[in-house]
């Protein structure tokens, strides 16, 4: 699941909103939802999350903050090192080959730690 689908899942549950409903008012099959919601599908547009803004009567930071996390939810990510140091790339490799052994708890201490720099 991406950033945005978890958010946009929680307005959905919040507000009682099947996917269903919320694909016909968007003009989207419930499938691309769902995908969008699990991370199956590449992050949404500008529109798509303008959209989704206006459905669920979202304004001002709240929608600023979704259109964030849209852009943190890509769920191919590239790194493109070239020109940093060696450090950088064995960094940025290493984490590719791990991420997927790391528990949630060191996913989200690692996040931390870049946030706050």
């Not at 959905?12 to 008012?25: F, S």
């Not at 790194?79 to 984490?95: C, K, W």
Request: glycine content about 4%.
């Amino acid at each position: 699941m991406t950033p945005f689908g978890r958010r946009m899942r929680e307005l959905r549950a919040a507000r009682g909103v099947t996917l269903q409903q919320m694909a016909a008012a968007l003009d989207v099959s419930p499938a691309y939802l769902s995908a969008l919601e699990h991370g199956r599908r590449g992050r949404p547009s500008r529109t798509r999350v303008h959209q989704v803004c206006q459905f669920f009567n979202v304004v001002w930071d709240e929608a600023d903050e979704l259109q964030r996390l849209a852009r943190m939810s890509h769920p191919r990510v590239t790194v493109d090192t070239s020109g940093l140091s060696p450090e950088a790339t064995e960094f940025a490799n290493e984490l590719a080959q791990r991420i997927r052994k790391l528990s949630r708890d060191k996913v989200k201490a690692l996040l931390e730690e870049l946030k706050d720099n």
